[in-house]
T-cell receptor
Framework: DTGVSQNPRHKITKRGQNVTFRCDPI?????LYWYRQTLGQGPEFLTY????????KSRLLSDRFSAERPKGSFSTLEIQRTEQGDSAMYLC??????????????FGPGTRLTVL | LAKTTQPISMDSYEGQEVNITCSHN???????ITWYQQFPSQGPRFIIQGYKTKVTNEVASLFIPADRKSSTLSLPRVSLSDTAVYYC????????????FGTGTQLKVEL
């Protein structure tokens, strides 16, 4: 399967703990996106990378959130000092840079985070 | 204020055509409007993308008026397996190119 993969698929943690998620994009894709989705809502943009450069961050991405894409391939999203409000599905997507912000994005299955 | 609006839900029967509209103001003038389908516990899946006028592929058509303040996804002859949530995705101008998904439309197809 050469699609976008995300690990873990599910994460349960206690409030105050740190968590890290990983996303492996489609191999030839140079753009990588992170979104957060809560139940009944559409995905909310968090950040995106072009190669290893983080080009944009949403105001939703508080200081407790950090994302990296060190070699322009896989990416990690870390949440420090988790809060119950962080419970959500975290989605990763990748695309080939077409010169448009709205490239065709291919999504992974998501990581569902539950903060107790 | 950057905002997208879609009907919350729509009901249809197998074999009918379904049209879902997304309203969006102040979108970037040189970016695509894209539609995605999402099933429960899965990531969104690309359906169709366009810049203006009409685009058609093997599963849907997309209609975009000249002012680009809205777009309409048309699904011909829906089946039960088309029951899903449908989202538009646009990029708004100002303060960076913020990618924004629409509010989503739950389509329910019945026999």
């Amino acid at each position: 399967d050469t699609g976008v993969s995300q690990n873990p698929r599910h994460k349960i943690t206690k409030r105050g703990q740190n968590v890290t998620f990983r996303c492996d994009p489609i191999s030839e894709h140079n753009r990588l996106y992170w979104y957060r989705q809560t139940l009944g809502q559409g995905p909310e943009f968090l950040t995106y990378f072009q190669n290893e450069a983080q080009l944009e961050k949403s105001r939703l991405l508080s200081d407790r959130f950090s994302a990296e894409r060190p070699k322009g391939s896989f990416s990690t999203l870390e949440i420090q000092r988790t809060e119950q409000g962080d419970s959500a599905m975290y989605l990763c997507a990748s695309s080939l840079n077409s010169g448009q912000v709205t490239d065709t994005q291919y999504f992974g299955p998501g990581t569902r985070l539950t903060v107790l | 204020l950057a905002k997208t609006t879609q009907p919350i839900s729509m009901d249809s029967y197998e074999g009918q055509e379904v049209n879902i509209t997304c309203s969006h103001n102040n979108i970037a003038t040189n970016d695509y409007i894209t539609w995605y389908q999402q099933f429960p516990s899965q990531g969104p899946r690309f359906i169709i993308q366009g810049y203006k006028t009409k685009v058609t592929n093997e599963v849907a058509s997309l209609f975009i008026p000249a002012d680009r303040k809205s777009s309409t996804l048309s699904l011909p002859r829906v089946s039960l397996s088309d029951t899903a949530v449908y989202y538009c995705l646009v990029a708004f101008t100002g303060g960076g190119n913020k990618l924004t998904f629409g509010t989503g439309t739950q389509l329910k197809v019945e026999l």
